[in-house]
């Protein structure tokens, strides 16, 4: 009966994407389809509704921090700090290794900060404008910040998904890092290369428009307008938290934008709303977007997720799984049981915090060694999660980029990590055969 049920709802997942409709449709399908599951274990509408709510409820600070990502991403456009960022920059971008720059800018914004969500919010809407102006395929650049922004996500000593698998598996996060920088090189190195290989096809007949003089018509270029992104960059390496760090930089910004771009009250409180929105055609190309409403889908996604978590846990749904994924290990090789596992609750989890824990629930009894166990969840959940569309850890970065789901295709090393270590595990086990 659970597999039915969770074979169903994959099946709508895949019509959704192949059809090219919203995901939310197959969530509500989904929801429908594991409280009717409920009911039939003899759970009444109202604990199923109450499990339900539960799941929402931990999510909470997720959606606030939706909220301050939509208020801040319209306020940067406003304030000039995109517009700054790229004018004090544009002098270093090669249209050459376009792809490649922003692999590496947001791999290292990441580490530094430790978080995806605040880096691609940052960062990578900076590189999505820049990515617009020399008209490269927007997928494919949101592919890349999403590859870069889960590298540091992965491996930042301040990163709050290695701290949880630090914890869960009672290991030094620091002996972690080092595992996981081992683990990473060959892909890291892979994903470089085909980065460089297709920035020099994508970018070999892109001239970069005259930006510094398309944003001084509209915004006043000056060091004053790069303030909301110093601010959030300094609080995050002093690990002040990213809702901290982002309402910091939105009270930063607010003057900005008054005093300094000339923006009434009335015009801010709007765009907060409903985002940045110029008259000029070339600038609403590059720049038009932001507000919380930019934020109300991937909330919606998220609220309906979310409410999954309390009926699995309530319900057992995924109770056998665990007897199949120890087979598994046995006939196979550890490794393979957890990305196998990882894949399933990326997929049913629609998170990467309970996708980590219960991946590392299921695989409990695969693996003794608790620091290769560590290595494992940082190389299957831990990235596998954000390849997932409907999953928080993917819709969130690529909507705070404005780019669609298709962007995961063109995310190379969070594919190559997992099958690398995959191949790796697979040797270590004809040596020690």
Known sequence: MEFLVLGIFCTFLILCIVSEASIIYALLAGFVLFMGYGKSRGYSWKELGHMAFEGI????????????????????RAAGTIPAVICYTVRFIQPSVFLLMVFLLNCLVSVLTGTALGTAAT????????????????????GTILSGVYFGDRCSPVSTSALLVAELTETNIYQ????????????????????????????RSAELPDLVHIFSGQFVISWIALLP????????VLQAGVKISMLASILTAVPVCVFTQGISWQELSQLLITGFHSGDAAMAAMLNGGGIVSMIKVGAIVCISSSYSGIFQETGILDHVQKIVEELAEKTFPFLAVFVTAVITSIVACNQTLAIMLTRQLCEKTEEDQKKMAGYLE?????????????????????????????????????????CECFAAFIRKKKNV
């Open 229 to 236: 992104a110093v601010v959030i960059l300094v609080l995050s």
């Open 57 to 76: 409820y931990k999510v909470k600070n997720i959606l606030i921090t939706f909220v301050l990502i939509g208020m801040m991403t319209a306020l940067w």
């Open 176 to 203: 972690n890092i080092k595992t996981m920088i081992k683990s990473a090189a060959v892909p890291f190195v892979l994903s470089c290369i085909l980065y460089g290989l297709i920035s020099m096809r994508a970018g």
């Open 123 to 142: 960062i990578g809407v900076v590189c999505a404008t820049m990515a617009s102006a020399l008209k490269i395929s927007p997928w494919l650049t949101g």
């Open 379 to 419: 190389d299957s959940a831990v990235v596998i999660a954000p390849l997932i569309p409907w999953s928080i850890a993917c819709a969130v970065p690529l909507s705070a980029v404005g780019v669609s789901e298709i962007s995961i295709l063109a995310a190379f090393f969070l594919y190559l990590l997992p099958v």
